[in-house]
């Protein structure tokens, strides 16, 4: 298993003082403090024309920017919305941006954060940044969405009575990525900053802090920030960084496996495939198209509540608001063919699921639950030997994001 960072940063809006990142996949936060502190209406009656983009466009994962769109990467501008109502006039364009993502971050796709934004969202005070660039042929036709950061803004920063603008971090999101076309994405980052260093937009945050956190810490994304941050001199720090773990298949699966355990390890799992068998009879499977969906989440829901997440309350079923946002997250992820689910069965009857979602040729692993009563053959580390394997022989993941 490879290692991702996760890093903080941040920058003070007066003099733009900005945390600065360390290689690997790491979290950002960022934080701008600006001359004054108001807090402002929705915009939503400055919000230019979108083009809406072909839904085939946004199911192909990561497809190009057709070239008819060509656009002018030195003329962008910045909306703002604080409605979240408003951003329903913008959700194909959002689609077809998160198609062609500089870097893919399934919790900020809409199918997924509108659900976030209903669950979660409610006592928030948002300020949704969106990017927009004119074409090049036709500067007279409706602009194109270049990037999306959806930002809420809190009266207080580490205790302090100074306001801070945050990328919006939900319960259950582990990225904070936001979505910028790679066409043109230098320049739509500068407009984003751009923004939040000018107390005069009509739809200014009027923050002290700008903090961007669970943002990663190498890649295009990083290597964009890196760049921007260095020709812009201004100041930067690094106020947290940590590693979680990447997927990246080796050559087989037994070569990966060779490495990430010792032999006597392996043998162990082995046998304790061996003696689960003895107690009846076992099967991994994968949900398929045809399959009940909703009678897998059900059993996903069941194995979570009845270990210790629902000794201590926190298992997803407990809660109504949670237990809805991840059963319409997981329906919806399964319409669109981008939820991958796997269970481990005895005797017909799942004792160890997991579940991830898909992103193009990249997938995040969200949740596993297992069965404790059987917690003596490790039924949870059985299944994710058998999804190394799966990952290996159909080769159509090229990395896992934990």
């Known amino acids: 298993m490879n290692s991702s960072l996760e890093t903080n940063e941040a920058i003070a809006m007066s003099d733009m003082e900005i945390g600065a990142k360390t290689p690997g996949r790491s979290d950002v936060t960022e934080t701008m403090s600006p001359s004054r502190d108001q807090s402002t209406g929705n915009a939503r ?8 983009a072909s839904s085939k ?13 060509r656009l002018n990467g030195e003329k962008m501008s910045v909306v703002v919305l604080t409605d979240i109502s ?27 954060l509108q659900p976030s934004l209903k669950a979660f969202g409610q006592d928030q005070h948002f300020f949704f940044a969106l990017v927009f660039a004119p074409s090049v042929a036709n500067p007279n036709a409706p602009q194109i969405l270049c990037g999306f950061f959806p930002m809420v803004r809190e009266r207080r920063y580490k205790g302090l009575p100074i306001s801070v603008l945050r990328l919006w971090q939900y319960r259950y999101c582990s990225l904070c990525a936001p979505l910028i076309r790679t066409e043109h994405a230098d320049e739509c980052l500068k407009a984003f900053f751009k923004w939040l260093a000018d107390p005069a937009h009509p739809s200014a945050a009027k923050c ?26 201004r100041p930067v720090y690094v106020e947290d960084c940590h590693v979680r773990a990447l997927f990246r298949p080796a050559e087989t699966a037994e070569v990966y496996l060779s490495k990430a355990f010792s032999g006597r390890r392996r043998k162990e799992y082995r046998l304790q495939e061996k003696h689960l068998a003895e107690v009846g009879q076992i099967e991994y499977t994968q949900l398929k198209e045809q399959d009940d969906v909703d009678q897998w989440i059900s059993d996903f829901l069941r194995l979570e509540s009845s270990g210790w997440k629902g000794e201590e309350g926190s298992a997803i079923a407990l809660q109504k608001v949670d237990q809805e946002f991840f059963r319409e997250v997981a329906r919806e992820g399964f319409r669109r063919g981008r939820l991958r689910m796997l269970s481990l069965n005895l005797e017909g009857r799942s004792i160890a699921q ?22 003596r053959f490790s ?24």
Do not use: C, M
């Open 208 to 233: 002290a802090v700008v903090e961007l956190g669970y943002v990663p810490g190498d890649g295009p994304f990083h290597a964009l920030l890196v760049d921007y941050f260095y020709n812009s001199a």
């Open 379 to 402: 039924p949870g580390v059985l299944l994710e030997l058998d999804n190394l394997r799966r990952l290996h022989e159909g080769r159509q993941i090229d990395w896992v994001d934990s």
């Open 57 to 69: 466009s946004a199911r192909a994962g990561r497809a190009p920017l057709p070239s008819r769109f």
């Open 354 to 375: 997991k579940l991830d979602f898909t992103v193009g040729r990249a997938a995040f692993s969200l949740k596993i639950a297992y069965d404790e009563s059987y917690s």
């Open 45 to 52: 009656s400055a919000v230019p024309p979108v083009t809406q």
């Open 86 to 112: 408003a951003l329903e006039d913008y959700l194909p364009a959002l689609e077809e941006l998160a198609a062609d993502a500089l870097e893919p971050n399934l919790f900020y796709e809409p199918w997924i």
